[in-house]
């Protein structure tokens, strides 16, 4: 039987086979077995299918930061060795330029409202977000970006460049107005590797206000929740609802469990509002 990790209904067996009604079931609390309105059932259905659009969300976030570490990791390491893969090299590359895509593509469906404001911010100040926003078009339908490889053996240095003239073609894919900045910058050729390892930085930065921006909305479904069964308790990662109406059950214990997981491994706070309301 195949399992999705992120499932709002899980399969209880015959365990609650006789129950009905709306109720929670919290084994070894003073909660297990307790009966709820159809109205708080539907608030934490509705608040749980969030959270598991955010947990999706979250996990865009080391997918890009790991392929661009891997990246330049090769560059920093095998390259070094005068080892000059233009295939392995195009490889990495590509991967971390369409896990961004993908971050982008995901945020832009699911946080439209929020992320439409802040990405014209990332796009118009950051050159990074602008090249490799839009490097992914040309690489699709022209050739593979990185076609010379430099190697200075005295610095211990070695970088990978993109001709600019590729890139200013017309039919390149390429945003126009991209293009004419590219021109105007008046270079020969541009350093993936320098934009790479200022990306690393600066996508951590888009990705926390990014954060900043749904937690709000974030705080408000936590408490909504909390008001009915409360969350800081050690025994609530056992927390399941069920309706008489579904097969399944809302496990809502165990999405709030891999939220604080999260919040400890990305050094963010989720359930910020938790402590605050105590």
Not at 50 to 74: A, S, T, W
Not at 164 to 179: A, Q
Not at 217 to 237: E, G, H, K, Y
């Amino acid at each position: 039987m195949k399992l999705d990790k992120y499932a709002l209904k899980v399969d209880r067996g015959e365990i609650m086979a006789n129950r009905t009604g709306y109720y929670i079931s919290c084994f070894k609390s003073i909660y297990d077995n307790k009966s709820i309105t159809e109205t708080e059932f539907r608030i934490i259905e509705d608040k749980s299918s969030k959270i598991v659009k955010l947990l999706k969300e979250i996990d865009y976030y080391p997918l890009v930061l790991m392929n661009c570490q891997e990246f330049n990791r090769y560059c920093e390491t095998t390259l070094q060795k005068r080892d000059n893969d233009f295939t392995n090299i195009n490889r990495l590359f590509s991967n971390l330029v369409n896990s961004f895509y993908m971050w982008i593509g995901y945020n832009e469906r699911h946080y439209d409202t929020v992320f439409k404001e802040l990405k014209g911010g990332f796009y118009d100040t950051d050159f990074c977000y602008r090249f490799l926003y839009n490097i992914r078009t040309y690489t699709a339908h022209n050739t593979l970006p990185i076609t010379l490889i430099s190697t200075d053996i005295l610095k211990c240095k070695v970088d990978v460049f993109t001709k600019v003239t590729d890139l200013t073609e017309k039919d390149s894919g390429i945003n126009k107005k991209f293009r004419d900045e590219l021109i105007k910058m008046n270079i020969e050729n541009i350093n993936i590797f320098n934009v790479t390892s200022d990306f690393s930085t600066d996508f951590g930065k888009w990705q926390i206000d990014l954060w900043n921006a749904i937690k709000p909305a974030l705080d408000s479904d936590i408490m909504a929740i909390n008001r009915i069964i409360p969350i800081s308790t050690p025994w609530f990662v056992n927390t399941y609802v069920y309706s008489p109406n579904k097969e399944g059950s809302v496990p809502i214990g165990h999405q709030i469990k891999e939220l604080a997981d999260k919040s400890r491994l990305y050094n963010y706070n989720f359930l910020s509002c938790l402590s605050q309301n105590i």
